[in-house]
């Protein structure tokens, strides 16, 4: 209802129209201009609270056209201003604090949570019976002739066992010597490739000061 502006724009309307009739009424039986304007406003108000609490719409609407009947005849010279119609202008006010009092009260408020519980028959639904499943067969595979099959068991890799010092010096001066690259350097001397380059560049340097010189300076061993 936010959004349906012909809605609110009726209802405005239609409230606007009304609280000039009812205000003529209010100024015919002796309200003065100000406390005049609160008749129409109290019926308003209470016409719009009972249409959203779903409850004394009617009484509200027929009170409002009631009350629009009567300010009508008065201005046009059909109804007098006499005694009862007095009394019934003066008890608008009380009777719609009333009314809005009954239907906006505590015991309203429990009559309109109480959870509406609709009964459903109840469905069936076919169910098929389960399939049953069968586990997944390993699968073997023959490695030598005849009937009976055998798994393959491959055992894990051993870990490279990790050289001495002297033997990683060793390693890497043959290593060099062979042309080998650094990587491969590196995994026959169990050392890591950079220490594998430091050695190599050493030795580099090294042959190239003193190409006939036997003896050949290693860099110390490190860890990996």
Known sequence: ??????????????????????????????????????????????????????????????????????????????????????????????????????????EAAVVDAEPVHVAQAPVQVDTAPPVPVEPKKPELQVICGGQQPFTLAVPPAPDPVRLSADEAKAAILQAWKDGLSLTEAAQVATRSRSYVQQVYTRLDSERGAAPASPSIALVPARSA
């Open 1 to 106: 209802m936010k959004n349906d502006y012909l809605k609110w724009g009726a209802l405005l309307f239609a409230l606007v129209a009304t609280a000039s009739a009812e205000y003529e009424l209010a100024r015919a039986v002796g309200y003065n201009q100000w406390v005049a304007a609160a008749v129409p406003g109290a019926l308003d108000v209470w016409t719009v609270r009972a249409m959203r609490q779903h409850r004394d719409v009617l009484a509200a609407v027929v009170a409002m056209i009631l009350v629009n009947a009567a300010s009508h005849l008065v201005t046009a010279g059909l109804l007098p201003v006499s005694v009862s119609l007095v009394v019934g202008v003066s008890a608008i006010a009380p009777l719609v604090l009333y009314r809005l009092h009954a239907i906006t009260g505590p």
